[in-house]
């Protein structure tokens, strides 16, 4: 897991060999749509994006902490087999 913190908690990239995806990829793959995951939350304190990506790790991010690899990898190759879905913008 890759996150990037300037000011804020921001990117946020999940890796698996030479496989690479976003949260917010791998959320709406997970969850069947996007924007339905806590992270990023959009609070006016910076520190209040981690408790968002921690209750999203806990609810819905399983695959990625305690299944094995191939789980994992199924999800990242059903997010990049439909780049289409889902455009990262609230609906």
């Keep these: 897991m890759e996150y990037h913190f300037r000011y804020s908690l921001g990117l946020v990239t999940y890796h698996l060999n030479s496989l690479s995806i976003s949260h917010f990829k791998y959320l709406r793959s997970v969850l069947g749509r996007p924007n339905a ?3 990023p939350g959009f609070s006016s304190e910076p520190i209040d994006a981690f408790g ?6 806990e609810e819905y991010c399983a695959d990625f902490l305690e299944r094995t690899d191939d789980c994992l990898s199924r999800w990242i190759e059903d997010a990049l087999a439909n780049p289409s879905e889902g455009h990262g913008l609230p609906e």
Excluded at 52 to 57: F, K
């Design 37 to 39: 995951s806590h992270y």
């Design 52 to 57: 968002d990506l921690h209750l999203d790790l």
